[in-house]
């Protein structure tokens, strides 16, 4: 936000530095991230006098080129070469004299230099207008008025503005301070701080007076919930033209470009006051009535910007006794606005519903000046204040007068904010004493009334423009950056305690695995907890566990998320699209859902694996990341927390994944993963595939913790390993033959891996040939071969027995 130092004076005199104001400013709250200088013209005319032309001759080398000789103060004249046609002698002209810089229309500097043209020397330049900022004419020379003196400074003729431009850090909740008057408000209430009493001035609105009636509007709300207060007038007779040049410079300085007087004037008084104002060509306002209301879903309007949007039944819309003329609070139409031709002008001020505002420009896509201080909530007491000045201005500036009422539709007046304070929460939340005559006085010159004094605390009335001061804490705030965060004192001695952590707490466990698969060469996303339904996506998705978000920021961001999975899909298309293909992401994250016994909030770790493993090599073949280095991924997860022994796998069966399993923990659910189906992955533009792996971390976190770790020594002994290749029905898994062959060697048998799969030519039909490797180990003694074959029997006769298996 930009905040004009020279706009501020108006309110409050000081003759403190730019420098130093902006530092109270920021001790204030409100941060100055920088100052820049303004000036009304350019380089602001530095090196620019009053010449008077002596002499003017043709140049004998060129047709088109004057030779003059030039007074401009100095002892002697001095000779310019000029081109303008209408150079001639007598004449008072600008002269920009060597060594000054002038700026072209895209603000490029260049010097005036001491040149030769066509065989003559120039010693300087006699300026257009445009050359000098102060008009767009090029035709010719500025001819001044002959009363001037040669060498006086053109910046003493012509009066240019300097200024200098506060650029404030706003934070959200300070409503009250957008606009130049709030801004000197809060200065106010520094200074007086700093024992520097000074007054705020406001302008005076006395001289407002209805000339006739002869143009009266009829002013209908339909619901003044949405509009709690609505005032208007009609101005007539205005002559639309450009604004005069310090109304101008006041828009320029802050960044806006003039359009006209009567714009330009609603513009001037929102960033003086904050109220935002709308001008109606009044010709155009059919029957002379103009009605608050909304419209039927599906409505057209076109707006300010040539945009035709369809209207939602919520938007409150600004209307006469046909058609709709502005969004209200947001935009105006495109037909009903001030042109060159309006004589006639319904001057608007009004509060509107905040959280209608900002759902109404949220759903449109709109972020306007009115809007911006609509959404956070304005002064309701300032409407007709700021109507009236505004009014005056335009008055002013356009001429005309008054030919209506101003007439004020405000059913319900909003009260001001009721807080009690107790000087022990003060002293509580500051750590330090303050006087109660020094907090009397800061909150008085926060235009905070104190109602009553007792022993305990101060009965306070908040003014209805302090919306984010509603609570006890919200004064404290208050009346701490006020008497300043710095003026607070440190004690010499700092107490801190020391609490007791297991660890298993929740964040080193997110560690130790966030560490180990960064180590896996994956790469951590965080997505955002807010986004758009997508219960139709997925049964498991009820669209009436939803959470809502009442105000959103877009419809893209209009629930909190009941899956990972979708952001995670958001996240792979992200990378597709940039051609980052081959991706391994993990999250933490949490889901929340709107469960009929009350909201609830999940922990969750997922795995989202697409493209290749690693990048093709020249000594290397590119492998996928496929289901089973998912479920390889996975088990070295379960294994470094130490929970892999007692997990089993079940198929799982699932609208989202086309393939997939169900990890449980002594039957207990806590993963599930596999193939995310195409059908999903087509609604992200996915055409490669996706394997996502959903850890239940809540559940996940209370397994570890009942988990007794066993610490074993190293084994003394050798073990020693057999190799089987079963040929095995299509059906059976690797998993039957593990449960089996651990059941049936408890004792010796340690490990059993897969190793190889063979499907194909040579085979019977429904066949397959499994290649698995058993580890055996006696931890007490060498193992003899009578032992390990003895064992292998066994196995060979259970899998044949339970599983039709054959030996190959």
Same mark, same amino acid.
């Given at each position: 936000?930009?905040?004009?130092?020279?706009?501020?004076?108006?309110?409050? /005199?000081?003759?403190?530095?730019?420098?130093?104001?902006?530092?109270?400013?920021?001790?204030?709250?409100?941060?100055?991230?920088?100052?820049?200088?303004?000036?009304?013209?350019k380089?602001?005319?530095?090196?620019i006098?009053?010449?008077?032309?002596?002499?003017?001759?043709?140049?004998?080398?060129?047709?088109? #080129?004057?030779?003059?000789?030039?007074n401009?103060?100095?002892?002697?004249?001095?000779?310019?070469?000029?081109?303008?046609?209408?150079?001639a002698?007598?004449?008072?002209?600008?002269?920009?004299? +060597?060594?000054?810089?002038l700026?072209?229309? /895209?603000?490029?500097?260049?010097?005036?230099?001491?040149? /030769?043209?066509?065989?003559?020397?120039?010693?300087?330049?006699?300026?257009?207008?445009?050359?000098?900022?102060?008009?767009?004419?090029?035709?010719g020379?500025?001819?001044?008025?002959?009363?001037?003196?040669?060498? &006086?400074?053109?910046n003493?003729?012509?009066?240019?503005?300097?200024?200098?431009?506060?650029?404030?850090?706003? &934070?959200?909740?300070?409503?009250?301070?957008?606009?130049?008057?709030?801004?000197?408000?809060?200065?106010?209430?520094?200074?007086?701080?700093?024992?520097?009493?000074?007054?705020?001035?406001?302008?005076?609105?006395?001289?407002?007076?209805?000339?006739?009636?002869?143009?009266?509007?009829?002013?209908?709300?339909?619901?003044?919930?949405?509009?709690?207060?609505?005032?208007?007038?009609?101005?007539?007779?205005?002559?639309?033209?450009?604004?005069?040049?310090?109304?101008?410079?006041?828009?320029?300085?802050?960044?806006i470009?003039?359009?006209?007087?009567? +714009?330009?004037?609603?513009?001037?008084? =929102?960033?003086?006051?904050?109220?935002?104002?709308?001008?109606?060509?009044?010709?155009?306002?059919?029957?002379?009535?103009?009605?608050?209301?909304?419209?039927?879903?599906?409505?057209?309007?076109?707006t #300010?910007?040539?945009?035709?949007?369809?209207?939602?039944?919520?938007d409150?819309?600004?209307?006469?006794?046909?058609?709709?003329?502005?969004?209200?609070?947001?935009?105006?139409?495109?037909?009903?606005?001030?042109?060159?031709?309006?004589? *006639?002008?319904?001057l608007?001020?009004?509060?509107?519903?905040?959280?209608?505002?900002?759902?109404?420009?949220?759903?449109?896509?709109?972020? $306007?000046?009115?809007?911006?201080?609509?959404?956070?909530?304005?002064?309701?007491?300032?409407?007709e204040?700021?109507?009236?000045?505004?009014?005056?201005?335009?008055?002013?500036?356009?001429?005309?007068?008054? &030919?209506?009422?101003?007439?004020?539709?405000?059913?319900?007046?909003?009260?001001?904010?009721?807080?009690? #304070?107790?000087?022990?929460?003060?002293?509580?939340?500051?750590?330090?004493?303050?006087?109660?005559?020094?907090?009397?006085?800061?909150?008085?010159?926060?235009?905070?009334?104190?109602?009553?004094?007792?022993?305990?605390?101060?009965?306070?009335?908040?003014?209805?423009?302090?919306?984010?001061v509603q609570?006890?804490?919200?004064?404290?705030?208050?009346? =701490?950056?006020?008497?300043?965060?710095?003026?607070?004192?440190?004690?010499?001695?700092?107490?801190?305690s020391i609490?007791? *952590?297991?660890?298993? @707490?929740?964040?080193?466990?997110?560690?130790?695995?966030?560490?180990?698969?960064?180590?896996?060469?994956?790469?951590?996303?965080?997505?955002?907890?807010? $986004?758009?339904?997508?219960?139709?996506?997925?049964?498991?998705?009820?669209?009436?566990?939803?959470?809502?978000?009442?105000?959103?920021?877009?419809?893209?961001?209009?629930?909190?998320?009941?899956?990972?999975?979708?952001?995670?899909?958001?996240?792979?298309?992200?990378?597709?699209?940039?051609?980052?293909?081959?991706?391994?992401?993990?999250?933490?994250?949490?889901?929340?859902?709107?469960?009929?016994?009350?909201?609830?909030?999940?922990?969750?770790? $997922?795995?989202?694996?697409?493209?290749?493993?690693?990048?093709?090599?020249?000594?290397?073949?590119?492998?996928?990341?496929?289901?089973?280095?998912?479920?390889?991924?996975?088990?070295?997860? =379960?294994?470094?927390?130490?929970?892999?022994?007692g997990?089993?796998?079940?198929?799982?069966?699932?609208?989202?994944?086309?393939?997939? =399993?169900?990890?449980?923990?002594?039957?207990?659910?806590?993963? @599930?993963?596999?193939?995310?189906?195409?059908?999903?992955?087509?609604?992200?533009?996915?055409?490669?595939?996706?394997?996502?792996?959903?850890f239940?971390?809540?559940?996940?976190?209370?397994?570890? /913790?009942?988990?007794?770790?066993?610490?074993?020594?190293?084994?003394?002994?050798?073990?020693?390993?057999?190799?089987?290749?079963?040929?095995?029905?299509?059906?059976?898994?690797?998993?039957?033959?593990?449960?089996?062959?651990?059941?049936?060697?408890?004792?010796?048998?340690? @490990?059993?891996?897969?190793?190889? +799969?063979?499907?194909?030519?040579?085979?019977?039909?429904?066949?397959?040939?499994?290649?698995?490797?058993?580890?055996?180990?006696?931890?007490?003694?060498?193992?003899?071969?009578?032992?390990?074959?003895?064992?292998?029997?066994?196995?060979?006769?259970?899998?044949?027995?339970?599983l039709?298996?054959e #030996?190959?």
């Amino acid at each position: 936000m930009k905040i004009s130092y020279n706009w501020i004076k108006q309110f409050i /005199k000081t003759d403190w530095d730019a420098e130093k104001t902006g530092k109270l400013l920021t001790d204030l709250g409100l941060e100055v991230e920088g100052i820049e200088n303004f000036e009304s013209v350019k380089g602001a005319l530095e090196g620019i006098v009053v010449g008077h032309v002596l002499t003017c001759v043709p140049h004998e080398n060129a047709d088109k #080129l004057k030779l003059t000789t030039v007074n401009i103060g100095e002892k002697e004249p001095v000779q310019i070469v000029c081109g303008a046609p209408n150079v001639a002698e007598g004449q008072k002209v600008p002269v920009a004299t +060597v060594g000054t810089t002038l700026y072209d229309d /895209k603000g490029e500097a260049w010097k005036i230099k001491k040149g /030769k043209i066509r065989g003559e020397y120039s010693f300087g330049m006699i300026c257009a207008e445009d050359e000098l900022g102060l008009g767009k004419s090029h035709d010719g020379i500025m001819v001044l008025s002959e009363d001037l003196v040669p060498g &006086t400074p053109l910046n003493e003729v012509f009066e240019i503005e300097k200024d200098q431009v506060f650029e404030i850090g706003l &934070t959200p909740n300070r409503a009250d301070a957008m606009s130049h008057f709030g801004v000197a408000r809060d200065l106010k209430a520094g200074l007086l701080q700093s024992e520097i009493n000074t007054s705020l001035d406001t302008p005076s609105v006395s001289s407002f007076h209805v000339e006739n009636r002869s143009k009266r509007m009829l002013i209908e709300v339909d619901n003044y919930e949405l509009a709690p207060r609505y005032c208007g007038v009609t101005i007539s007779g205005v002559k639309i033209a450009p604004s005069p040049n310090w109304l101008k410079n006041r828009l320029k300085a802050i960044g806006i470009t003039p359009k006209n007087n009567v +714009v330009d004037v609603t513009n001037y008084v =929102l960033h003086e006051l904050g109220q935002p104002l709308h001008a109606f060509d009044a010709d155009h306002i059919i029957e002379n009535k103009i009605k608050v209301k909304t419209l039927p879903k599906g409505t057209k309007f076109t707006t #300010l910007d040539e945009v035709e949007r369809e209207l939602h039944e919520d938007d409150l819309m600004i209307c006469d006794n046909e058609k709709p003329l502005c969004i209200a609070g947001v935009l105006g139409g495109l037909d009903s606005g001030v042109t060159e031709k309006t004589t *006639s002008i319904f001057l608007e001020s009004a509060y509107f519903n905040p959280v209608s505002i900002r759902k109404t420009a949220k759903r449109h896509g709109v972020n $306007t000046d009115a809007s911006f201080r609509f959404e956070r909530g304005v002064d309701p007491n300032i409407t007709e204040y700021a109507l009236k000045r505004a009014a005056l201005l335009i008055q002013q500036t356009a001429g005309g007068y008054v &030919t209506s009422d101003l007439d004020d539709f405000y059913p319900k007046k909003i009260e001001d904010f009721q807080v009690f #304070l107790t000087f022990d929460k003060i002293y509580k939340l500051i750590g330090q004493e303050i006087d109660p005559g020094t907090i009397k006085s800061i909150l008085a010159s926060l235009d905070i009334r104190v109602n009553n004094v007792t022993e305990s605390g101060l009965g306070l009335t908040i003014p209805a423009y302090r919306v984010d001061v509603q609570r006890e804490v919200d004064v404290i705030e208050e009346i =701490l950056r006020v008497y300043g965060y710095n003026n607070i004192e440190f004690n010499e001695k700092l107490n801190a305690s020391i609490s007791n *952590s297991t660890r298993f @707490e929740d964040y080193k466990l997110q560690n130790v695995i966030a560490e180990q698969l960064v180590g896996q060469g994956f790469y951590e996303m965080m997505a955002n907890s807010l $986004t758009k339904d997508y219960s139709a996506l997925s049964e498991t998705l009820k669209k009436d566990f939803n959470i809502e978000i009442l105000n959103p920021l877009s419809q893209d961001l209009n629930v909190m998320r009941q899956s990972l999975l979708f952001s995670a899909l958001e996240s792979t298309a992200y990378n597709l699209n940039r051609k980052n293909e081959n991706l391994k992401l993990f999250e933490f994250g949490k889901t929340y859902h709107n469960f009929p016994n009350g909201r609830e909030e999940h922990k969750h770790l $997922t795995l989202c694996l697409s493209g290749n493993k690693n990048r093709e090599r020249w000594n290397s073949v590119a492998q996928k990341n496929d289901f089973f280095f998912a479920k390889g991924t996975i088990y070295s997860i =379960l294994e470094r927390l130490n929970i892999a022994e007692g997990i089993s796998f079940q198929p799982l069966t699932s609208d989202i994944f086309s393939e997939g =399993l169900q990890v449980s923990y002594q039957k207990k659910k806590i993963i @599930e993963f596999g193939v995310v189906k195409n059908a999903v992955l087509k609604n992200f533009g996915i055409d490669q595939e996706v394997i996502f792996a959903d850890f239940d971390w809540g559940a996940v976190i209370e397994v570890v /913790k009942n988990k007794e770790i066993v610490f074993k020594p190293i084994p003394k002994y050798p073990s020693v390993r057999r190799d089987f290749a079963l040929l095995l029905d299509q059906k059976v898994s690797f998993n039957d033959i593990y449960e089996i062959a651990h059941k049936t060697e408890r004792k010796l048998l340690k @490990e059993v891996d897969l190793f190889d +799969v063979y499907e194909g030519k040579n085979l019977p039909e429904g066949k397959k040939s499994y290649a698995v490797s058993f580890i055996f180990l006696d931890e007490n003694k060498t193992l003899t071969d009578k032992q390990i074959d003895k064992a292998m029997v066994k196995l060979q006769q259970q899998f044949e027995k339970q599983l039709n298996a054959e #030996l190959r």
